[in-house]
């Protein structure tokens, strides 16, 4: 089973700060198979990014992701008050099965 | 309007057993893959199982593997979970999710859950 480790499991930070949110898998996981969410409290989570770089419908653009192999990296240009929250990277692999990292939070410094 | 709709639900012992369902409308239920993913009080996200577009093929987590069922009736644009042998640690929000079509994998449809709870 893969598993995906994301750090750092909380980012403190003010609005139009950077946000950089890294996930390391423990095998090399297919781009088009990595993706990553947002959930607030009380919601559902929400596609941001699949394939590792593709924005999902309706992601505004200071979404981005990138990587490769073990490391990906999911960073928000500059935060807005609503992109605080928790974010998640998903893999799917080859036994056709998915997992989940653990989350960062993303909180208002 | 796409959307899934969970129910089923509840509280139930230790041991004991539900079956969860998951209504799909909006969208032509049967092109598309289904998981359920769940998240315990405060915890992050935990995939559970999936199932392609027609039944033939699924897959599910160690952790709920040989205790769970998932199935759909196309027919009636539905999805299901059947649980038993329930745990303490099967408690959990229980979201159903729609998986994206093409070579990605990623869930771009969730519903809003429906809580399970199991507790003597």
């Known amino acids: 089973e893969i598993v995906l480790t ?9 609005p139009g700060e950077r946000a950089t949110l890294s996930c390391r898998a423990s095998q090399s996981v297919s781009s088009n198979y ?3 969410y947002q959930q607030k409290p009380g919601q559902a989570p929400r596609l941001l990014i699949y394939a590792a770089s593709s924005r999902a419908t309706g992601i505004p653009d ?15 240009s500059r935060l807005e008050p609503e992109d605080f929250a928790v974010y998640y990277c998903q893999q799917y692999d080859s036994s056709h099965t998915w997992t989940f990292g653990q989350g960062t939070k993303v909180e208002i410094k | 309007e796409v959307q ?41 996200l935990e995939w559970v199982s999936g ?28 999805l299901y979970l059947q649980m ?10 229980y979201h159903c999710a729609r998986v994206t ?20």
């Open chain 2, 101 to 120: 079509v093409g070579a990605v994998a990623a869930f771009d449809i969730w519903g809003q859950g429906t809580m399970v709870t199991v507790s003597s």
């Open chain 2, 4 to 44: 899934l709709v969970e129910s089923g639900g509840g509280v139930v012992r230790p041991g004991g057993s539900l079956r969860l369902s998951c209504a799909a409308s909006g969208f032509t239920f049967d092109d598309y893959g289904m998981s359920w993913v769940r998240q315990a009080p405060g915890k992050g």
């Open chain 2, 51 to 78: 199932i392609n577009w027609n039944g033939g093929s699924t897959g599910y987590a160690d952790s709920v593997k040989g205790r769970s069922t998932i199935s759909r009736d196309n027919a009636k644009n539905s």
């Open chain 1, 62 to 76: 200071r979404f981005s992701g990138s990587g490769s192999g073990t490391d990906f990296t999911l960073t928000i």
């Open chain 2, 84 to 93: 038993n042998s329930l745990r303490a640690e099967d408690t959990a929000l």
């Open chain 1, 6 to 14: 994301q750090s750092p499991v909380t980012l403190s930070l003010s």
């Open chain 1, 34 to 36: 990595l993706a990553w």
